[in-house]
């Protein structure tokens, strides 16, 4: 059974930092491109960063470049977002997720599992 | 690129059929069968139950159906059931010189 399991997430200060994790279990995990999607309180999903595979790929909404980093571990099969520079607009629900196929990058655009989320509060 | 367009919310009895609309542009939805559709409960973590405009994962209802014509996609949900009260969203791919895709608002479903 695949699972996503989030944490890290919690109350952080403007300007500060956050490293989420996404443990994955129940399937080869280095097999697969990987994303983190947040949602804002009462807004709609946002794609945040990608990473492929074997982690030599990513990418990064323009909302966040420059400011997170995206990586992973694949003999921890864990999944990493390090989040600095933090903002209220920052403020939301991280997801992490997985592409459905296997060695095909980011194919198919859709995502087959999701972790449970982990809560990100940017306030003083 | 901008988000996809969904109803905040729609509402339909028991045993009724309901529709959901996500539109975007030709760009987008218009020219790509990329659509996919995640369903999610209070608290929960999102659910795909459409991938590809019209195709369900295994273990997905045959009362969830997709379409697309144009610029909109739909999600049908056929017999409502109380347990498909819940967020709705929509996803595309959207061509960008960063990754490519886009969701929609979401859209609240209310079984009344």
């Known amino acids: 059974e695949v699972q996503l399991l989030d944490s890290g997430g919690g109350l952080v200060q403007p300007g500060g930092s956050l490293r989420l994790s996404c443990a994955a279990s129940?399937?080869?995990?280095?097999?697969?491109?990987m994303i983190w999607i947040r949602q804002a309180p009462g807004k709609g999903l946002e794609w945040v960063s990608v990473?492929?595979?074997?982690?030599?790929?990513?990418d990064y909404a323009d909302s966040v470049k420059g400011r997170f980093t995206i990586s992973r571990d694949n003999s921890k099969n864990t999944l990493y977002l390090q989040m600095s520079s933090l903002r209220a607009e920052d403020t939301a629900q991280y997801y992490c997720?997985?592409?459905?196929?296997?060695?095909?990058?980011?194919?198919?655009?859709?995502?087959?599992?999701w972790g449970q989320g982990t809560l990100v509060t940017v306030s003083s | 690129q901008s988000a996809l367009t969904q109803p905040a919310s729609v509402s339909g009895s028991p045993g009724q059929s309901i529709t959901i609309s996500c539109t975007g542009t030709s760009s987008d939805v218009g020219s790509y069968s990329l659509v996919s559709w995640y369903q999610q409960h209070p608290g929960k973590a999102p659910k795909l139950i459409i991938y590809?405009?019209?195709k369900r994962p295994s273990g997905v209802s045959n009362r969830f159906s997709g379409s697309k014509s144009g610029n909109t996609a739909s999600l049908t949900i056929s017999g409502l059931q109380a347990e498909d009260e819940a967020d709705y969203s929509c996803c595309s791919h959207a061509p960008s010189s960063t990754f490519d895709v886009v969701f929609g608002g979401g859209t609240k479903l209310t079984v009344l």
């Open positions: 129940g399937f080869t995990f280095s097999n697969y491109a």
């Open positions: 997720a997985k592409f459905p196929y296997s060695n095909s990058g980011y194919s198919g655009r859709y995502f087959d599992y």
């Open positions: 590809e405009v019209d």
């Open positions: 990473i492929g595979g074997g982690g030599g790929t990513t």
